[in-house]
């Protein structure tokens, strides 16, 4: 069975960085793309960066650009969400999601033009002083 499970969230004062890991199973990453979503209360749900396996192209909206880092290994399985210089506004329930993404834009996965068919259960990231 095809799953998705991230990990790594918690409590971080502004300025601060966490790892945000979103492990596959039941599948491996090698024609998947990976995209990691955010939902704030009150707030819809936003993609925030996304990875294509089979090329490496990454996409970040840009409230975040220059502060997050999306990465994976291959050998783990595994995608990460690098994030640093974390802003209150940053505080979400963090989602990784898959889609079978063989070619195209990584964009794409990300905007909800191809959105992912996969979902974990996701992870609180609290930026709070």
Known sequence: QLQVAESGGGLVQPGGSLRLSCAAS???????????????????????????????????TTSVKDRFTIS????????YLQMNSLKPEDTAVYYCAARYFPRGLIQYLCDGTSPPRHWG?????????
């Open 72 to 79: 994976r290994d291959n050998a783990k399985n595994t995608v």
């Open 121 to 129: 259960n996701g992870t609180l990231v609290t930026v709070s002083s």
């Open 26 to 60: 039941g599948f491996t990453l090698d024609k998947y793309a990976i995209g990691w979503f955010r939902q704030a209360p009150g707030k819809e749900r936003e993609g925030v960066s996304c990875i294509m396996n089979v090329d490496g192209s990454t996409y970040y």
